[in-house]
């Protein structure tokens, strides 16, 4: 039997079966949500907190960092300058950073030999200077290294070969007479990209101890600062300070490779679990300039510490549950108790309009100031919407397809519809306006296109009236008010210039002689790129700068290139008052392939005539010279034969001086005697074997173009020099003149001078020939 119930009690019963149910699962909902917040939030926290310090402690190393690559690059200068001069600079800087910056345990440098030492062969030797603070004061160390061979484990070695900035992994540095904990900062000196030695600097780590103990953002939180070789530098117990990630988390480093991430700088995000207690761990990646290696910033966090929060939300999200059930169930009792009535007369309303009856007369009118008023005003309001939609609806029918109508909100399907059929109604409307204006500029290209033909069929025999019709055409046709052709002059290949064969404007004929370089003006411009220039708002006196078309003021500029087969043959300038259109443009560039064929062919049919005429002018002028030849035929023939005595004569000649060239080498290579040959300049040209000996050469052409100044003492020259000039003054030779003479035995020697004027049969004077004979002393 089917439980009858009023209208109160079921709303009562029902909403309140649905409210606690919907409430329940948002309280799940809101409870789980809330927790995996917490959790997220806790995890970016710690990202943000993890990369925060990273971020910290990148700043003062990349401070450090810059320090080191000015330095490096001030050190580029070391090959113009002499060591002194240098020393004098960078020994000022490094003392005075040592003694400024108290975080610098050391400021150094080192040079390889090459980069200061002129012809230094080796690539390897170095000079080391490092500055640092003893007893209160600067000092420092010139050291020079590697002197025999680069150390190959050795850290410089290693930055030698990557040839980039470097960040060292943890060292230990003796500090007045205690053991801290520092690293190295360094960056490549480079000459023309080659690595010629090394600038940086020598820091202490801890510092970074200290701020390594503030970071806490949730309690029992674990911070350390990892070197790429899994060195700890600072961690929130400072005891693990100095101890390798593997010593002090074995476990996690062997489950998740965190060492081997770390050296790869790798971020990374795992959970772990310590004493039965789920940890949170992050891995924040350390970069500093272009170093290879890397550092990490590493936190624990307990998840203990993390859902406290979020717990507590929950406790209070039931609270607040079980407080919304109690007041809604009040709620809903109290209202149920007046609805009935204006829901029956809703119901009644919307029964009449889904029958179709959309008369205005059945709104219905409900002032209760709550939501049945809304159910009232909302039946109200669909009333007048189906009256709204049909009154479109009808002015759509009657082709008023410009009328607004405006939906009834978001979800009204029968409006969306309407006005779809609006919006396609239009489109059909607009694409039929569109086809049109397609068709009549299709039509007005193929008319000219048309017409252009028969342009292009006329006076193919004269190019400039060719060209005044072709412009004067399209001037015409365009609408345009004024154009010009242009047409290349390429008869001197070594001055190419364009030429104004034809310009038309405002309906007449210009007569205008214009010649136009390429690249100049956007003529120039044109014919150069081979592309289309179009402008709109050509400014004002514009055109009388860059346009060929005269000191006319129009608005747009068309030019367009003439070609064919990726050739130019000129270039078409129009201009006009009116926006030259896209379908313009394209029939323009149409037409221009047409004329830039049309032209070659003229071209060809002008220049085949020139040559024609000519090859008839020179086949005259080769009939007269045919009979020149024949002449000429004679007198070589007898020409040839008087040079046929003469080659027997020369090659007599050259006989005998191919024996005499054999007799003076023969003679050079053998004689004892000191046997040589100068030109008027005072320079050798040849010389003995003897002589050879004496000036200590190892081959005769050593001594070829020198000098007596060059090859003997300043004593023994000036004596040789002087009866060099008296002998080619006179043109007189020296017989058998006694001087002393020192050999390559460092010893002197009486000798006997001979020295001969050399003269060509013409009288020219072209030097002197000596002979020196060493005297023999007989004791």
């Known amino acids: 039997m089917r439980l009858k119930m009023k209208i109160g009690a079921k709303m009562l019963l029902f909403v309140m079966i649905t409210s606690v149910s919907i409430m329940l699962v948002i309280g799940l909902f809101i409870g789980f949500r809330i927790n995996k917040i917490a959790h997220d939030n806790a995890v970016k926290l710690a990202q943000a907190e993890a990369q925060k310090t990273a971020n910290q402690i990148k700043s003062e190393l990349e401070l450090d960092m810059g320090f080191s690559r000015a330095l490096a690059h001030s050190l580029y200068i070391y090959p113009k300058f002499d060591t002194v001069t240098l020393d004098s600079i960078f020994f000022s800087i490094v003392d005075q950073q040592v003694l400024n910056n108290q975080r610098y345990l050391t400021v150094w440098y080192s040079v390889e030999y090459f980069a200061f030492r002129k012809n230094y062969r080796y690539d390897y030797g170095r000079r080391s200077t490092?500055?640092?603070?003893?007893?209160?004061?600067?000092?420092?160390?010139?050291?020079?290294?590697?002197?025999?061979?680069?150390?190959?484990?050795?850290?410089?070695?290693?930055?030698?070969?990557?040839?980039?900035?470097?960040?060292?992994?943890?060292?230990?540095?003796?500090?007045?007479?205690?053991?801290?904990?520092?690293?190295?900062?360094?960056?490549?000196?480079?000459?023309?990209?080659?690595?010629?030695?090394?600038?940086?600097?020598?820091?202490?780590?801890?510092?970074?101890?200290?701020?390594?103990?503030?970071?806490?953002?949730?309690?029992?939180?674990?911070?350390?600062?990892?070197?790429?070789?899994?060195?700890?530098?600072?961690?929130?117990?400072?005891?693990?300070?100095?101890?390798?990630?593997?010593?002090?988390?074995?476990?996690?480093?062997?489950?998740?490779?965190?060492?081997?991430?770390?050296?790869?700088?790798?971020?990374?995000?795992?959970?772990?679990?310590?004493?039965?207690?789920?940890?949170?761990?992050?891995?924040?990646?350390?970069?500093?300039?272009?170093?290879?290696?890397?550092?990490?910033?590493?936190?624990?966090?307990?998840?203990?510490?993390?859902?406290?929060?979020?717990?507590?939300?929950?406790?209070?999200?039931?609270?607040?549950?079980?407080?919304?059930?109690?007041?809604?169930?009040?709620?809903?009792?109290?209202?149920?108790?007046?609805?009935?009535?204006?829901?029956?007369?809703?119901?009644?309303?919307?029964?009449?309009?889904?029958?179709?009856?959309?008369?205005?007369?059945?709104?219905?009118?409900?002032?209760?100031?709550?939501?049945?008023?809304?159910?009232?005003?909302?039946?109200?309001?669909?009333?007048?919407?189906?009256?709204?939609?049909?009154?479109?609806?009808?002015?759509?029918?009657?082709?008023?397809?410009?009328?607004?109508?405006?939906?009834?909100?978001?979800?009204?399907?029968?409006?969306?519809?309407?006005?779809?059929?609006?919006?396609?109604?239009?489109?059909?409307?607009?694409?039929?306006?569109?086809?049109?204006?397609?068709?009549?500029?299709?039509?007005?290209?193929?008319?000219?296109?048309?017409?252009?033909?028969?342009?292009?069929?006329?006076?193919?025999?004269?190019?400039?009236?060719?060209?005044?019709?072709?412009?004067?055409?399209?001037?015409?046709?365009?609408?345009?008010?004024?154009?010009?052709?242009?047409?290349?002059?390429?008869?001197?290949?070594?001055n190419i210039s364009l030429e104004m064969t034809a310009c038309y404007a405002y309906d007449r004929r210009k007569y205008m002689e214009k010649t136009v370089m390429p690249n100049e003006g956007l003529v120039g411009r044109c014919f150069i790129e081979g592309k289309t220039i179009f402008m709109v708002d050509v400014p004002k006196n514009y055109i009388k700068i860059t346009s060929g078309l005269g000191e006319e003021n129009p608005r747009n500029i068309l030019l367009v290139p003439l070609k064919v087969n990726d050739d130019i043959l000129g270039v078409i300038e129009m201009a006009s008052f009116n926006t030259y259109e896209k379908f313009h443009i394209e029939f323009i560039e149409k037409i221009a392939t047409s004329i830039a064929s049309t032209l070659s062919s003229v071209r060809i049919n002008i220049r085949t005539a020139e040559l024609l005429a000519r090859t008839q002018q020179q086949a005259e002028e080769m009939k007269a010279q045919e009979e020149e030849m024949r002449q000429n035929m004679e007198e070589l023939h007898a020409t040839q034969e008087e040079m046929e005595r003469k080659r027997h004569e020369q090659e007599e000649i050259q006989a005998q001086l191919r024996e005499d060239k054999s007799i003076l080498s023969s003679l050079l290579q053998n004689s004892p005697d000191l046997i040589y040959q100068k030109d008027t300049e005072g320079r050798y040209v040849r010389l003995s074997n003897s002589m050879q000996n004496l000036l200590n050469l190892q081959s005769a052409e050593e001594a070829v173009g020198l000098t007596d100044f060059d090859l003997l003492s300043g004593e023994q020259a000036r004596l040789i020099s002087s009866f060099d000039n008296e002998v080619m003054r006179s043109r007189s030779p020296i017989t058998n003149r006694m001087i002393s003479i020192q050999l390559a035995d460092g010893n002197e020697h009486r000798a006997v001078l001979t020295l001969m004027p050399l003269i060509e049969d013409n009288g020219e004077l072209i030097g002197v020939l000596g002979i020196i004979k060493i005297m023999t002393d007989i004791n």
């Open 130 to 494: 490092t500055a640092y603070i003893k007893n209160g004061i600067p000092a420092r160390d010139v050291e020079h290294k590697n002197v025999t061979g680069d150390i190959t484990t050795s850290n410089y070695y290693a930055s030698k070969l990557c040839n980039c900035e470097m960040l060292l992994d943890p060292y230990t540095f003796e500090v007045g007479g205690n053991e801290v904990l520092a690293t190295s900062l360094s960056v490549p000196i480079k000459v023309n990209g080659k690595f010629a030695g090394l600038g940086g600097v020598d820091i202490s780590l801890e510092k970074f101890q200290e701020q390594i103990e503030k970071i806490k953002p949730y309690k029992n939180t674990i911070v350390a600062l990892v070197s790429n070789d899994g060195t700890v530098i600072a961690h929130t117990k400072p005891e693990f300070a100095k101890l390798k990630f593997t010593d002090i988390n074995p476990v996690d480093d062997k489950k998740f490779s965190i060492t081997e991430k770390i050296k790869k700088g790798t971020d990374y995000i795992y959970f772990s679990s310590v004493n039965n207690e789920q940890n949170l761990n992050i891995l924040s990646t350390i970069k500093v300039g272009e170093s290879p290696t890397t550092w990490s910033v590493f936190l624990s966090i307990p998840m203990s510490e993390i859902v406290v929060d979020a717990r507590r939300a929950v406790m209070y999200t039931i609270f607040v549950f079980i407080l919304g059930v109690l007041l809604q169930g009040a709620a809903i009792w109290y209202i149920s108790r007046y609805i009935t009535q204006p829901i029956k007369r809703t119901t009644e309303a919307l029964n009449s309009i889904s029958e179709g009856d959309i008369d205005l007369n059945r709104k219905i009118y409900v002032h209760t100031g709550d939501e049945l008023e809304d159910m009232a005003r909302s039946a109200n309001k669909l009333i007048d919407g189906l009256n709204l939609t049909e009154k479109f609806a009808r002015e759509i029918g009657m082709g008023k397809l410009e009328a607004q109508f405006n939906l009834l909100g978001n979800k009204d399907i029968l409006g969306k519809a309407l006005l779809e059929m609006q919006k396609s109604l239009i489109n059909a409307r607009d694409a039929e306006f569109k086809r049109k204006e397609e068709e009549e500029h299709q039509i007005w290209t193929t008319q000219g296109i048309a017409m252009f033909g028969e342009v292009l069929r006329q006076h193919n025999d004269n190019l400039n009236e060719l060209s005044y019709l072709i412009i004067k055409n399209l001037v015409s046709y365009t609408k345009s008010i004024q154009g010009g052709i242009f047409i290349i002059n390429d008869n001197d290949q070594d």
